[in-house]
């Protein structure tokens, strides 16, 4: 299991993250997003880090969340000024994107790289107007941006591994926070457990999770295919090969995991995609409620849009 997260790992890596926020706060105008203590750390215990190091990294979150919260005229008690306060709690990330989240329909979407997930979450999209959330594309955007973390995600994508959990964390639950939505699909998500376990602490629980299985060969026929279009810097036979690895080791305890609490549902991605999709139709259906068309979706998202502010 040498290529998975520990949670000790992504420790260390959250102050990394921090100081990154603080760098870009001095040189770009912050507009990095703040950085909450994760859940599961208690105060104090972030990192190894010396107490100076300590007061730095304090004193970096407190910058970056100040004018965060300017830039985004969120109220105190909101979900962007939650870092002031201490670690965030479901209440607090709740408090204010709120109504949409505490009701919400989410949906994990799991299986082998190449197994189809992206292809099936187009279709869901298309037919009952879920928000799809693809982690690996939040990464690419960050990537994109060229930013230091970026650069350091690309690196650890490159090689197959996995992103530290505070970061892909965030990036999901700052896009649901942004949406109105209260349906949806976390595609490539959660890759290992303690992924799971922040998730569920820092937004809540899904109501299922779809696992699409495939085999190996049949993976990497697809991957290599997609590479000739994709663009990619993963999509070669190098990193295809760790990135099985990265699934075996790391997100088949995730499906077993979900499986044991009743959540799971196993679908062949074998078929052709439209096969595929019967399966994960009646998995949707039986999951979210019978009838929830995009209509529907958009007119609860306006009354949600339409409540006064709290
Ligand atoms: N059921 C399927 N049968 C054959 N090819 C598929 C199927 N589902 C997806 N594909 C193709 O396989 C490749 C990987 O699919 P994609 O949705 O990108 O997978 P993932 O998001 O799991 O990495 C794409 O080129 C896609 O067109
Ligand atoms: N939760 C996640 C999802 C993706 N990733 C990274 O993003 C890469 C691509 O993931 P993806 O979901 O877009 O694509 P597939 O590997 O499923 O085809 C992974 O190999 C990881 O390096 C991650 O670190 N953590």
Redesign the pocket.
Known sequence: MGICRSKEKDEVNTSLYEEKQKEAAEHEGAHLPAQPTPAWVEPGTTTKATGDEHAATAKATEAVTNTTAETTGAKPGSAATSAETGPSTTAEVNGAGSLALSGACIVFVL???????????DMIVKKYGFVHL?A?DLLREEVKKGTDLGKEIEGIMKEGNLVPTPITVKLLREAMEKSSSGTFLI??FPREIHQAEAFEQEVKPPQLVIF?DCPEDVLLE??L??AKT?GRSDDNKETIRKRFKTFLDCTMPVVEHYERQGLLVKIS?????D??FKDTEKAIEKACGHGVSKEQKDLAASYINALPDQ
């Open positions: 299986g082998g790289p190449g197994s189809g997930k992206g292809t099936q979450c693809s690996g595609d490539g699409y697809r991957l295919k997609r994709s991605a074998v078929p052709p995609p096969v595929v």
